[in-house]
Each structure stands twice: as C-alpha cells, then as structure tokens.
C-alpha cells in the first residue's frame, strides 16, 4: 500500500468539520482508525463474542485464539523473545504504573536512585514520585538543553552505582526528541540499574526492536497505533516479571485459590486480572498488521517527511516559535506558539477552519516550566497526512495571526 491510499482507508477523515474539510493533526493524542481494525472488532463482537482461556465451547476456542494470536503478533512487531513477555493492559499509563507499582516496591530502598528526564509525560513521573515517596528513594533529573535534547556524558555523570531504574520515554510528545535509548540501556546496565521506557510515541512512528535496544520494560498504547482504545502493552524480560509480584488480583491470573493463601499463574497471564481486553487486543492485531503492510521505514521517512516541510513553512511565519530539535532529529510532530495568541484561542481558531490540534500543557507541566510558557500548540503527524495538510495548517495559522493581531 503507499502513502497516496493510505488516507482513504481511514473513513473518518472523509467528514467535514465547520464546513471545511478535516485536517487531524492530533495523532499524538490518539490516532484514527482505518477500516480493517473497525472491521476487525465489529467481527470479533458479531462472530466471536466469548470470554478467553475458560471455555471449551467453539465461541471461546475462537475467542482465546485471536486474543493469543494478538500477543504473539505483538512479540514480533516488537520482536520480544518470548510471548511471555508481552503483557496486555489498558494502556501505556498502566503499564508504567505496573512497573513502578511492583518492581520499583520490590527493588527500591532508602538512597536509591532514579533517574529521569525533564521532558517525561506525567505518567511517566507521578508514579516514580509515588514510589521514591513510599521507599525513600530519590529522584533525579537529566538536564535538557536548549535544543530539546539531552546528553549521554549528563547520562553517565547521573546514572551512579546507586541508580536502580532509569525511566525515561522514547520520544518526547512534546519536543518530539528521540532519545538515545539503546545507549542509556548499555550505561544503566553497567551500574546493574534497569530502564523503563515510555514508548507511546515511538512504537506507532518507528520500529523499535527491545532486544536490539537491550531494555528492561517498554511500554505503550495500542490508540495511539491506529489500534482501539483501552489495549496497551507491557514489554519485560522474562527474568524481571518472574520475580515480580501482580498489582491486580482475582480471577484468571491464579492457579490455584486456598482459603488463606493463593498461587500465581505462569507468565504474562498472572498480570492479566479478570476478564482481558479481548476486543482490544484483536483489534491491536488488526492494526499491526496494517502498519507491517505500509511498513514502519516508510511510515517513518514519510513522517520526516512532512515535518521537515511544516517546520520550513511554519518558521516563515512572524512571530511564530518552534520547540524542539531541528527536523532532521525529531520525530513527526511540532509545538509551538504564535506570538500574541494564546494557544487555546489558537486551537479554536484553527478548528473553526477544521484543522484539529492539541493545545494545553501536554500533560508535562515539569517541560512546559522549563520552557519558560504555560502552554503551546501542537501539530502532530502521521502515515494519513501529507503536505496538503501542512499546508491547510500554514494557511489557518496565518488567518489567526491576521484575526488576533486586528483583535488585539
């Protein structure tokens, strides 16, 4: 499939929004969805609506066969080594949670150190807060430099034989910084520390590989991957999750159930509580199969691609600033702010015109401090938008700059 088909099979984008045709330029948040995974989940709901693992009946043979089809089509995409690593959650913020909630309980103590960047979503930050508060562990921060990025020789000079994780994201939602991840793993190893790595903006962008980055949990949410809401992963080596203990108890993740004391289920179904995100997880599967279609190269250097282009005609406008590092280093989004006009009113500007994008703090209020504003605008990209789009953009930045100004 190439990229000139690839918007038709998303139906949502054929709307019109106030009149004007639709730019989604907000795939940062959540991505849209082509029609095989809409079709995908309709079918699991109208052929084999079942719950997983208990039944023997046809429905849910069926059932526990796509649901564990998903895992293993989600190994490979990440190319994990066994299925037993790959554990289905909610979403990316879960699996954070998970590990901070049972590794980071388990392995941390007083003094201990983790180490973390300034540029982290808050779900990558408010549960290693709530962890060092609980072990007395302390948390300390990478410097970012004015370019949005940060240093491997500040990585070694942090990470010290007292580190015990390193929690760090992939690529930043804000700055979109990709970070060094497979460098840091090696330095975090070298002091015996893990590293847990936010991955929701990189998986659906790029192919990521964790046994060539050599990390210790990834994380990530399947919506943001033109998959479903509510299905997300958690990457781990098998040795790590052996040894850690579930966060959520009842059904499914037992073996067996005494009246004072109750055993686990191998791996990774002892993470797995209750009934599981069956739809999601088929229709995880729907989408991966669709990006290994178009394949993650050319959805990478298409996204290069039109955010080279975006920065090229953006900075042509006054008063506009652009976070981040030049295009060459970034992945496929832009945030900025336009002199005089709050982002808010920016945001609602542009969506009058139908151009969709998120304005706010991001959910990294720590970055938005560092960067000395309260809030921006983003524009983020992905495998259905094109230069047309940019230049929808560019036309209605230009429109508000004109309306705000004669406002103001």
């Not at 106030?18 to 907000?26: A, F, I, W």
């Not at 847990?196 to 046994?211: L, T």
């Not at 729907?286 to 900075?315: C, P, R, S, T, W």
Request: charged share 25%; with cysteine; aromatic share 8%.
């Amino acid at each position: 499939m190439n990229m000139a088909e690839v918007r038709k099979q998303f139906p949502i984008l054929e709307q019109e929004v106030n009149g004007h045709p639709l730019v989604y330029l907000d795939s940062a948040a959540t991505s849209q969805k082509p029609q095989v995974v809409i079709d995908a989940i309709n079918d699991y709901y109208e052929r084999n609506n079942s719950n997983v693992h208990r039944g023997v009946h046809t429905l849910g043979s069926r059932a526990t066969e796509d649901y564990e089809g998903a895992r293993d089509k989600v190994r490979e995409f990440i190319n994990a080594s066994s299925i037993k690593e790959v554990v289905f959650v909610r979403g990316t913020t879960t699996a954070i949670n998970l590990v901070a909630s049972s590794y980071g309980r388990q392995n941390l103590s007083e003094g201990d150190e983790i180490v973390l960047t300034k540029m982290e979503h808050h779900s990558n930050i408010i549960p290693w807060q709530q962890v060092a508060k609980e072990t007395g562990a302390k948390l300390k921060y990478l410097p970012l430099y004015e370019d949005g990025t940060i240093s491997l020789d500040d990585v070694r000079e942090a990470v010290t034989d007292r580190t015990k994780i390193v929690a760090v994201t992939h690529v930043s939602n804000v700055l979109g910084t990709i970070n060094p991840i497979k460098e840091m793993a090696k330095i975090a190893h070298e002091h015996g520390a893990v590293i847990a790595v936010d991955g929701a903006q990189s998986v659906p962008h790029m192919k990521v590989d964790v046994q060539d980055l050599d990390v210790d949990f990834y994380a990530f949410s399947g919506h943001k991957m033109i998959g479903p809401t509510g299905i997300g992963v958690l990457y781990g080596k098998q040795s790590l999750l052996e040894n850690m203990e579930p966060v959520e108890f009842g059904g499914e993740m037992i073996d067996f159930v005494h009246l004072y004391e109750s055993t686990w289920k191998e791996l990774p179904w002892k993470f797995e509580g209750g009934t599981p995100i069956i739809a999601g997880a088929v229709g995880l599967a729907a989408a991966i199969d669709f990006l290994n279609d178009v394949g993650l190269d050319e959805i990478e250097k298409h996204e290069h691609d039109v955010v080279q282009y975006a920065m090229e005609k953006m900075n042509e406008i006054d008063g506009m600033t652009i976070y981040g590092p030049d295009a060459q280093e970034r992945a496929g989004l832009v945030t900025f702010n336009l002199a005089g006009v709050h982002p808010h009113d920016l945001a609602t500007a542009l969506d009058s015109l139908g151009i969709a994008v998120r304005a706010g703090h991001h959910c990294a209020q720590p970055l938005m401090r560092e960067l000395e504003v309260a809030a921006t605008a983003r524009a983020s990209f992905y495998l259905y938008n094109d230069k047309k789009d940019v230049d929808h953009l560019v036309e209605g930045l230009k429109k508000a700059k004109e309306y705000f100004g004669d406002v103001f």
